[in-house]
């Protein structure tokens, strides 16, 4: 029977076409958009709503994203688009097929609307390449957008996507994400495919640490995307469990991971915290604690020897072929200095790092895996699986364009937990006195997904999740 509904899949897409098309100008979040496509898919979408027999909750259960414009960040393969991810001297290199998850997209229903910027090869906390250019924040265009999923989170914060695919190899979703104001989710570990994801690595522990992830500007749609695009049944099955708060035990920690190599977190993220714990205390009556762990003082080591760990991942020094033998990283310093290649600083610096690492000795190496060992066991002790850590996601608001270069030890706050392999929620919790956005993150044990989301989803509630940027321009709602 044809259904009446209040508004069409081609008015949702066009709405959210006029606002790509508004901010983008303003942002450079975008590297190649389907706007064409994706109305004739609009379209499609109407017509068989207005003329099939199938119950409506038939369609939600087949197609959940149905008539949803979804968009993606630009290293998960979309076919005929660009997967050059930055890299100049493939710019013109497309897809052969869609990734895994973005076949699980389209299954769902999810209209492909564009694919979103990255710094080369994902190797920066800031999106920048020297093909699309530097992506801005929405909510001061002269501060970075986060990286390395910024253009995702520069265009969900500002009212021109509800949702997209993003990934997370140290803190990509979840820096991002909050440095734009809107939720980014990295899941437990194998439950989404990383198929048709560059860079990627035939390392087997590549997968421990590297999820593709989802980026919402609403709580609620953090399992819809991620039930739509994983092939896990025990993802599925852990989306479904209901949630009661009052059952959550709330571990917090609001303090330097290590005061002499972190910078301060700024007050109005640990003001933010402590809303927050008052309020599950006094509202759920749950027992919140702040606890300290021996061990996380070495999160800047422990997270630093991840990409030495991950080798046989593609990077500028051997393009196309993570297990081929690097170019010399100090020739294509060199080279870079006297602007004879056009990599970023970003994935130079990354080789750098893996060289340094390389020369620390063995005995080193040993001792981090150890503490990283003696960590994980003690955070899967304390949260079994019905608690949950509250954790900043960053020190501080985003900070001006390449500020990143000299804050890298911060990034321990994120990258700690792909070391060790746990789901983590991103949650905005409103602007500062800068009018930037602050955030903070919800850390659970592994296949405890449903806790992070549920703690999301009441911080939304109560706190009032994304804030609109300044702007002239209404948003898309």
């Not at 393969?77 to 930055?86: H, L, N, Q, R």
């Not at 994935?347 to 003696?374: C, D, M």
């Amino acid at each position: 029977m044809p259904y009446a509904f209040e508004i069409t899949s081609e008015e949702v897409v066009s709405t959210f076409i006029a606002r790509c098309k508004e901010v983008n100008p303003i942002l450079n979040a975008i590297v190649e958009d389907n706007y064409e496509n994706a109305l004739k898919e609009a379209r499609t979408v109407d017509y068989f709503l207005n003329t099939t027999t199938q119950s409506i909750e038939s369609i939600a259960q087949d197609m959940p994203l149905l008539g949803v414009p979804i968009t993606i960040k630009a290293s998960i393969a979309v076919k005929d688009f660009s997967i050059a991810v930055g890299v100049t001297s493939e710019k013109h290199t497309k897809a052969k097929k869609d990734a895994l998850v973005v076949k699980n997209v389209r299954q769902a229903g999810g209209i492909i609307l564009l694919t979103s910027n990255t710094p080369e090869l994902c190797m920066s906390w800031e999106t920048v390449n020297n093909i699309i250019g530097r992506t801005s924040n929405p909510y001061d265009t002269r501060r970075t957008s986060g990286g390395s999923t910024g253009g995702e989170a520069a265009l969900i914060g500002s009212g021109a996507s509800l949702m997209g695919l993003a990934s997370d190899v140290a803190g990509s979703v979840r820096l991002p994400a909050m440095f734009c104001g809107v939720f980014g989710h990295k899941p437990t570990p194998y439950w989404v495919s990383c198929d048709g994801h560059r860079p990627i690595s035939t390392n087997k522990k590549w997968n421990d640490t590297f999820t593709i992830g989802v980026m919402t500007r609403y709580a609620i749609d953090i399992p819809l995307i991620l039930r739509s695009i994983t092939t896990s049944q025990e993802c599925k099955e852990c989306l479904n469990r209901e949630v009661d708060i009052r059952e959550i035990t709330i571990f917090y920690f609001d303090d330097e991971y290590c005061k002499i190599l972190s910078s301060p977190i700024d007050k109005e993220i640990k003001l933010a915290i402590n809303n927050l714990t008052n309020h599950l205390k006094s509202t759920y009556r749950c027992q919140v604690q702040k606890i300290e762990l021996k061990n996380l003082k070495y999160a800047m080591e422990i997270g630093s020897i991840t990409p030495f760990e991950l080798n046989k991942a593609e990077t500028i020094f051997n393009l196309n072929d993570g297990t081929k033998p690097w170019k010399s990283v100090f020739l294509v310093t060199l080279q870079r200095l006297f602007n004879l290649n056009t990599h970023t600083w970003g994935s130079i610096l990354y080789g750098i790092l893996v060289r340094f690492l390389e020369k620390l000795p063995a005995s080193y190496h040993e001792n981090i895996l150890q503490k990283r060992t003696l960590l994980k066991k003690e955070l899967k002790q304390l949260l079994h699986h019905n608690a949950v850590l509250i954790y900043p996601t960053f020190n501080a608001s985003a900070h001006y364009h390449s500020e990143i270069y000299y804050k890298l030890l911060n990034i321990a706050y994120m990258n700690i937990f792909n070391s060790l392999s746990l789901p983590v929620t991103q949650c905005p919790m409103g602007l500062n006195r800068k009018g930037l956005p602050i955030g903070l993150q919800i850390i659970a044990n592994d296949s405890c997904d449903h806790l992070t989301i549920a703690l999301a989803k009441e911080i939304e509630k109560k706190f009032g999740g994304w804030q609109v940027p300044p702007s002239n321009i209404n948003i898309a709602t």
